[in-house]
RNA sequence: GGGCAAGUAGCUCAACUGGUUAGAGCAAUUGACUUACAUUCAAUAGGCUGAGGGUUCAAGUCCUUCCUUGCCCACCA
């Protein structure tokens, strides 16, 4: 039978996907018996593909929880989706817009109607692709912010913090998108810088036409709700004109003008006009100074009857026709280029108008206290440390959160309204109704209000409510507070703050311990991804292409403060599963012990069919020290070291450094060394369980990081496990090592690097005895032949393996750098023609060291102030180097 | 304007609380069919650690000034 060499990840991954599902491995119960691991996933918008971000975030998370799972924790990891009110809305009204209707068409109930068939089709496309990086989720709780269960929650927060009076209600300037038509909250509104016009307008004096005022600004079509023009009260050019009335161009308003601290006199003209229906800064002026508040703009933002001839002009179109009109009448002073940063809507991009209009806002101040402190105290860490501060300086000012939006997908605010005003706060219409009845001594008719919830309103709820709360259940007492939760820094305030001031409010305790910040995903230029730069590469096509694992593993080693990708990337992972694949491959082929019966197909079958045995005795770690050659204990010796390293990286949340760990050990060592030096001797059964040994410990430390080739590959070896996903992490096995031999293997390894020339006889015989040296060269020239170094380095290894001075290890440094024994014949007298020149440079670079570490030695200074230890060991330093520079000066010598 | 981070090989990053000769990987260059793997193996070269000043026996590491880049917050009439 051929057998491909090459991984298959595909079927590999569909193979263990529908395993662990069908036998819902990843099913967290409260168990007391162990100690529980929660995470919660930052749930992904139900409109949402999977991109590089998620992959990012989720293969993180992943790693954590199935290296908790496999220390004996109770893991779980709470997946869901987030119905993200604005962008789901605005994907329905744009499949509306291709049939020619929009929502205000088909009416609340039947636009709902359609959000949701829209969410069931489409809605757990996202989840299933997470499913496909082998996100260990619990997938059976799969919450959405919207299920019924969880709109209970929102409600009771709502209605918690308005008894606690935390939510108000008040006409305010909030950030309007007229696109999506509704409200935003700060966060949401994006401030860009763009280079603007700054326009200078001229607003006669009633008294005095041609007299006049200049004000400057970069929205003229607001001077329609001009209400006054503010000057700085320590203004000298202006003191005269404070308390004078001017009449407002195009609207001929009386207008009077007003002093006030807000104004700085060094910008502009150092006069303002006032606006206060349509800019946060005019609003509270026109409070302080009791002016009338005009509203000429729709929510559309199209200019309203209170525009006079504009009415009906879209903002752009009416700010043109002003200006063209203002400077008609010659009161277009001048129009300056201005840079200042426009808000944009974080969904549509559309620039955002400051609008006035009646909200809901929840008081933050005295939420954000608990949750300062928490992060301030230690309570809560924040990863990398440096978050905490720019936390903690964004909760000293924070300001109230506007959490009503004029969407109709979301969590309708849970009040209703009688014909007077009054507002009733209640779980449904009849408890409205019953405060109503109370309140009124009948039954009064209600209406709700017509507003839905900001969608963080219900994700900030996310740690509890998807336990289940309000309800006081046995999974919310045995999984909350949650341990980590691993996030990208964009919603550090939309959420990450959010959901700690939401924990200590509601849960009286954090919701998590750790929080964890990751970079963003860029591309190799540092951009970053996304559609419309069409920079962006899709995890599906990679997952295709080069496999999960490979996914998983290039993104996590790559990732430093940001991560740079370009697809080639993906070829570290896709080559390291690959090697994995081989590297257990040979042993399959060779060891009979612990390998279960093979079908032709599958990993391990050989073409010659090697493996003809199959294990009669299970294999068992029934390892004996006391049998295993000096590469055996070696290696076992650096896995156990490995091991203990790659946990501490994992617990410190350092994964890119424990999968280089990881690499450089399976790789590097187990690979590159071992495997190479045990190939002659496979039929060693001491040997054949060391390898094995190995090779099933080194795919557990490398589970968490690429779950699939290690399941598929653990799953052909004679395990109780019912799969690696399930499997203990390693414990250490203090008897089997022993860093004596490791050293000395270590030693030898040294010494086989540099080796650069050797000395061989014509016509090599297997266990001839040859001369090896130590020459540091590229190239042996040698009569008619040329022998590679690469070559010679492997000759070395090979040589190595079947040496017998192997198996009695302990002075088998000094003899291989003496003598070793060749195994195949070689066609050539390799004679060594000595670079000089190399030598007398590596002898001078030592001889600069030398001189070095000699000058320090006899600063008296550094004698009498320098610790001990660091003296010793530069003192063992400068005899080594002697001893070194000295035989190197001998074999120059011999040579010449 | 306020705050935070980072500048180390061509690129991405290491270097534990100051302590041997600043390390890897990728890319580049050279070479190799070697009974798991060319998705491989082996080797070479590549550095005044952003700049100046200071502290110290000793500075990539600590202090200070400056320069560059990125991020966050606020303001912008």
């Known amino acids: 039978m051929e057998l491909s060499s090459k991984y298959n990840p595909k079927e590999t991954q569909d193979k263990w996907l529908k395993f662990w599902k069908d036998n819902n491995v990843f099913h967290a119960k409260t168990d007391l018996t162990k100690k529980p691991f929660t995470i919660v996933i930052p749930p992904p918008n139900v409109t949402g593909i999977l991109h590089m971000g998620h992959a990012l975030n989720n293969t993180l998370q992943d790693i954590m929880v199935r290296y ?11 997946p869901g989706t987030d119905h993200a009110g604005i962008a789901t809305q605005n994907v329905v009204e744009k499949q509306l817009a291709k049939e020619g209707k929009t929502r205000q068409d088909l009416g609340r109930d039947e636009f709902l109607k359609r959000l949701w068939t829209w969410k069931q089709e489409y809605g757990d496309t996202i989840i299933s692709q997470l499913e496909k990086l082998g996100s260990s989720c619990d997938w059976e709780r799969t919450r959405f912010t919207m299920d019924d269960e969880y709109s209970e929650a929102v409600k009771e927060a709502f209605i918690h ?69 503010a000057v700085n009260p320590k203004d000298g050019r202006y003191t005269k004109l404070i308390g004078k009335t001017l009449v407002l161009p195009l609207m001929d308003r009386e207008i009077k003008i007003i002093k006030d601290d807000l104004v700085a006199a060094e910008f502009g003209t150092g006069a303002v006009k006032v606006t206060p229906a349509h800019d946060p800064n005019d609003f509270m002026m026109g409070q ?24 009906g002009l879209d903002r752009f179109t009416a700010r043109k026709q002003i200006l063209a009109d203002l400077e008609a009448l010659g009161l277009l002073e001048k129009i300056e280029d201005h840079k200042n940063s426009v808000g944009h809507c974080y969904r549509c991009d559309t620039v955002v108008e400051p609008y006035l209009s009646k909200q809901w806002f929840v008081s933050m101040k005295p939420l954000a206290k608990p949750a300062s402190q928490a992060v301030q105290k230690g309570e809560i860490r924040i990863h990398p440390m440096h978050w905490s501060k720019v936390y903690t300086n964004w909760m000293q000012d924070i300001h109230d959160w506007c959490i009503s939006r004029q969407i109709w997908w979301g ?121 419309s730069l069409g920079n962006a590469i899709d995890p599906l096509e990679i997952i295709d292409e080069y496999g999960a694992d490979a996914l998983r593993f290039s993104l996590i080693i790559n990732s430093g403060q940001d991560i740079f990708i370009s697809k080639e990337k993906f070829e570290i992972g896709r080559n390291f599963a690959n090697k994995i694949w081989n590297a257990s491959r040979l042993v399959f082929m060779n060891c009979e012990y612990g390998v ?79 495997l190479e030096l045990i190939k002659t001797k496979l039929n060693d059964p001491n040997i054949q369980k060391t390898a094995l040994f190995v ?115 302990k002075d088998a440094v000094f003899d291989l750098v003496g003598t070793v ?34 000058s320090r030695l006899s600063n008296e200074a550094f004698v009498s102030k320098a610790p001990e230890e660091i003296i010793t060991k530069e003192k063992e330093r400068l005899s080594t180097l002697t001893k070194e520079v000295n035989e190197l000066k001998n074999v120059l010598s011999n040579l010449s």
């Open 161 to 229: 913090l308005h008894k606690k009076g935390l939510i108000y209600r008040g006409e305010r300037i909030i950030n309007w998108c007229p696109r999506c038509q509704t409200a935003l909250s700060d966060e949401e509104a994006e401030h860009k810088e763009k280079s603007g016009k700054l326009y200078h307008l001229k607003y006669p004096l009633k008294d005095d036409p041609d007299q006049h005022v200049v004000v400057a600004t970069t929205r003229p079509e607001t001077m329609l709700g001009d209400t006054a023009v």
């Open 821 to 854: 024994k060749i195994c195949m014949p070689l066609k050539g007298i390799i004679d060594l023609e000595v670079e000089k020149k190399r030598k007398r440079e590596e002898i001078a670079q030592k001889q600069k060291s030398i001189d070095g570490l000699q």
């Open 411 to 531: 969590h309708r605010i849970p009040v209703w309204y009688d014909k007077e005003g009054n507002h009733f706060v209640a779980k449904s219409e009849q408890e409205a109704k019953a405060q109503a009845q109370a309140k009124h001594g009948k039954p009064v008719e209600l209406k709700q209000d017509e507003d839905v919830l900001d969608t963080w309103f219900s994700s900030w709820l996310w740690p509890f409510a998807t336990l289940g709360w309000p309800k006081q259940n046995n999974d919310l007492k045995y999984f909350y507070p949650t341990n980590t939760l691993m996030t990208a820094s964009e919603i550090l305030f939309f959420w990450v703050a959010r959901m700690i001031m939401a924990g200590y409010e509601f849960m009286g305790e954090k919701p998590f311990s750790d929080v964890l910040i990751h970079g963003t995903v860029r591309d190799a230029k540092g951009r970053k991804m996304s559609k």
């Open 68 to 78: 908790k799972r496999m220390n004996g924790f109770e893991a779980l990891w709470m």
């Open 596 to 674: 279960k019966r093979l079908d032709p197909h599958s990993l391990g079958s050989h073409e010659g069919g090697v493996i003809a045995s199959v294990a009669k005795q299970s294999f068992s770690d029934d390892l004996d020290i006391n049998n295993l050659d000096l590469p055996s204990r070696w290696i076992i010796a650096r896995f156990y070291e490995t091991m203990e390293k790659v946990s501490r990286a994992i617990e410190e949340f350092r994964y890119s450094e424990a999968e280089i760990l990881i690499q450089d050990f399976f790789w590097g060592s187990y690979c590159d060394w071992y």
């Open 695 to 809: 090779l099933k410990n080194s795919l557990k430390m490398m589970h968490p990081f690429i779950p699939f080739v290690t399941e598929e590959i653990y799953s052909k070896m004679n395990t109780k496990d019912q799969c690696l996903s399930l499997a203990a992490w390693p414990e250490k096995e203090g008897t089997l090592i022993d860093q004596e031999a490791s050293k000395q293997m270590q030693a030898i390894i040294d010494v086989i690097s540099t080796i650069r020339k050797i000395r061989i006889q014509w016509d090599i015989k297997p266990n001839q005895e040859v001369m090896v040296e130590i020459i540091p060269d590229n190239e042996v020239q040698a009569g008619l032949f040329k022998i590679n170094s690469a070559y010679i380095t492997h000759l070395a290894k090979v040589a190595l393996s079947i040496s017998s001075e192997f198996s009695t290890s």
């Open 288 to 311: 302080r100074h009791h002016l009338p508040v005009i509203n000429v703009m729709n929510p559309d933002a199209t200019i309203n009857e209170q525009g006079g001839k504009y009415k």
